[in-house]
């Protein structure tokens, strides 16, 4: 292999996640060339409908998916919490990314706490899970539908068409650090409050960086290495519990359900929250062993679907 191709939607996000793993495999592997392939995907084209509406989280990765399974890409790099639970026939986790800060952060122009905003105050979020858990920080609260990328979202905010907003901290911390990103003195108009994941999970998954690969390449030798490089075994047992929470809990990637993991030494801790009836979030948690990481996520689910 001497072109190595890495599938990316084209937001700046996605596009800055993408050159991570890319030095990653260039410091590994200097004599690799590396091509980064931009591709629209049918979640960024659609910005004026609810995800739920038009197929849910898949449709941020089936356009990178048929390109992987065609080979005009050889890996796909996606946010971790945006992947369904199960890959299309033919495809597999290549690779676990490093994790990055994993909470979520309320965004405002004014500096407010969320615990201390006024009743009625617009907070921006599609999301179930994100507004059920805000409404437990304060009940006064209202929230409104918001899609689009990072920069939209702040540019929204920032003409006042919300009160506040929510973002997963990992993004913005990444944007950031990422030299091609022109907004860097636009991030710095706002507040960002991180909310503590012990009181408010978030996405399964979130801040993970993951590779998607046609599982017949995977059994290259030499494209098996370069995958093998760059995973990283902690993230990766954490990923497995988070996504088979997810997988058992029963309702994929868009359901109102929350999960974190946390490793100490060889034990993973992993806190899980659903909201079976769609208003009320529950939690719980389980410990054991990392290599029995994936048992642990579905233990996790069972336990909390008892308690429900």
Avoid at 52 to 63: N, P, R
Avoid at 258 to 274: H, M, N, P, Q, T
Wanted: charge should be neutral; hydrophobic fraction near 40%.
């Amino acid at each position: 292999m001497k072109i190595l191709r890495i599938g990316t939607r084209k937001s700046l996000l996605a596009q800055a996640q993408t050159r991570i793993v890319a030095e990653k495999i260039r410091k590994k592997m200097p004599e690799l060339e590396i091509e980064i392939v931009p591709m629209a995907t049918e979640g960024d084209k659609q910005l004026d409908k609810n995800l739920s509406s038009f197929g849910g989280k898949g449709v941020f990765t089936k356009e990178l998916e048929m390109a992987l399974l065609d080979g005009r890409i050889h890996m796909a790099v996606h946010s971790a919490k945006d992947m369904p639970v199960d890959f299309p026939k033919g495809l597999v986790l290549g690779a676990v990314v490093e994790r990055a800060e994993y909470e979520d952060m309320v965004v405002t122009r004014d500096n407010m706490p969320i615990v201390c905003m006024k009743p009625g105050s617009i907070i921006g979020t599609g999301s179930l899970r994100r507004k059920l858990q805000l409404q437990m920080l304060n009940p006064q609260i209202e929230t409104k539908e918001i899609r689009g990328n990072v920069q939209t979202r702040l540019k929204k905010l920032d003409e006042g068409q919300y009160d506040a907003i929510v973002l997963a901290r990992a993004g913005l911390e990444r944007l950031r650090r990422d030299s091609a990103d022109e907004y860097k003195d636009f991030y710095n108009k706002f507040y960002y409050e991180v909310l503590d994941s012990e009181e408010y999970l978030p996405a399964a998954g979130q801040a993970i960086l993951a590779v998607e690969v046609a599982e017949e390449l995977l059994k290259v030798p030499e494209f098996r290495s370069v995958c093998q490089t760059i995973n990283e075994e902690k993230a990766a047992y954490m990923l497995q519990a988070e996504r088979n929470f997810l997988k058992y809990i029963g309702g994929g990637c868009n359901a109102p359900a929350g999960a974190c993991s946390w490793i100490d030494g060889e034990r993973l801790r992993i806190k899980g929250g659903f909201a079976q009836d769609g208003k009320t979030m529950l939690y719980t948690e389980v410990t054991g062993g990392i290599s029995e990481a994936g048992e642990l996520g579905q233990k996790l689910a069972e336990k909390l679907l008892n308690k429900g």
